[in-house]
């Protein structure tokens, strides 16, 4: 296995990884909200902080680490358009994602504590999960136009 593509398998691996882990983090705590159910919403929640370290986070590191190796071992020029709109974009989207984090953390200890003291959830809440997603959407489209970027490679 060359170096070449022991990088790329990594860099689209933890491609995939971080869009599809995200969609499905998304899609899962969107539909449980939605539920109103406070238990759900409080499982769901700490299943997404949790997901979010264990998968999110190790790709958010691999994809650039990754994707700096492909440049320098295929000779493409750092200045190359594609690369740095592929960086820029995935800068917006990492800016999108890092108070998503934050969000998720408030959300899952209002969330706890709602449950824990059989309450509603207050709207605070609500105001949060409005906020988380609607950063998903600038992060999700930034993502979807790098994949674009890494496949087309545009002049």
């Known amino acids: 296995m060359t170096i070449y593509f022991a990088l790329k398998w990594l860099h689209i691996l933890s491609a995939t990884v971080l869009f599809g882990t995200g969609m499905g983090i998304a899609f899962f705590k969107w539909i449980t909200d939605r539920s109103g159910d406070t238990r759900a919403i409080r499982i769901i929640n700490e299943r997404t902080v949790l997901a979010d370290w264990i998968f999110t986070t190790p790709a958010v590191i691999l994809q650039p680490v990754t ?3 492909l440049v320098y071992v295929a000779g493409y020029p750092l200045l190359s358009g594609w690369i740095v709109w592929s960086t820029v974009l995935y800068l917006t989207a990492g800016a999108c994602w890092l108070p998503v984090l934050w969000l998720q953390i408030k959300m899952r200890d209002i969330a706890r504590k ?3 003291e059989n309450m509603p959830l207050p709207i605070h809440y609500w105001q949060l999960a409005r906020s988380w997603f609607l950063l998903g959407i600038p992060a999700f489209a930034a993502l979807l136009i ?4 890494m496949i087309v490679k545009p002049a």
Not at 146 to 149: A, D, E
């Open 114 to 116: 709602s449950d824990a």
């Open 146 to 149: 790098v994949y674009w970027l």
């Open 67 to 69: 994707g700096l190796g």
